[in-house]
């Protein structure tokens, strides 16, 4: 075992014992609880624009789109467009390495990578102040509902064959219309690569934290995954064709600790 494979073994195991650690998590969720009083993921930005998440799930995306190399990132929700430019600065990054890596000369235009987010309202001044980026060029816009049947073609219509998928789900928070999101886009997703859904949290939260939202305990992201995977089993059963499959990346939140996607880390294994 070389130095680097040793480092790496030994963060691994660390953060096996910090996952365990339950008054270290215990912690770390009432600090979530009272951070959030102060709407804390709201006061961060990427690339000039507010990207709304925690640091540590910003880290945690690049971390995940440097590793899987994804040649198309599927984003529902997208805002002010932060998230959207730093997977888009990301894709960039990764075209520059590749091409770097054959001593070639980076031509942006003709890069196969895309980001294509979809919003059901897309403001006018943030269309605009994400046009103006000059990582907008790896981004595609879609304004409709994530779930409506022409917008989830739209989607499909922009991936070409054999693309590397990767997908973020991040837009309306209800039970119902995550389940939809899953069914339509998660099967989109490659192999060893992820679909990541946000806000899975909100499950794990106090019952009062989100009064005057149409989601909460027992009606939220992190319920729509559960339902999901367990379709995904009850479909396997009997199945002639290999089965779609994802498991919970657990190594993921053990790592972040503080995150808005507890079991929301869904890796594609099958």
Known sequence: MDDVQRFAEQCRSELVRQGADDGLRELSRSWFDRANLFRYSYHFTCLGRPIIQYPQDIVAIQELLWSTKPDIVVETGIAHGGSLLLSASMLALLDCAESLAVGGQLDLHASRRRVIGVDVDIRKH????????????????????????????SVKSRIEPGSKVLVILDSNHTHDHVLEELRAYAPLVSRDSYCVVFD??????????????????????????????????AQAIGSSTPPLRFEVDRSIEDKLLVTVAPEGFLRRVG
């Not at 102040?129 to 917008?151: K, Q, T, V, W």
């Open 200 to 233: 899975t949290v909100i499950e794990d939260m106090p019952a009062d934290s989100f009064p005057n939202r149409s989601w909460g305990v027992g009606n939220n992201p992190k319920t729509a995954v559960r339902a999901y995977l367990k379709e995904l089993q």
């Open 126 to 153: 943030n269309r605009s102040a994400i046009e103006a980026n000059p990582f907008s060029r790896y981004i595609e816009m879609i304004e409709g509902s994530s779930i409506a049947s022409d917008i989830i073609e």
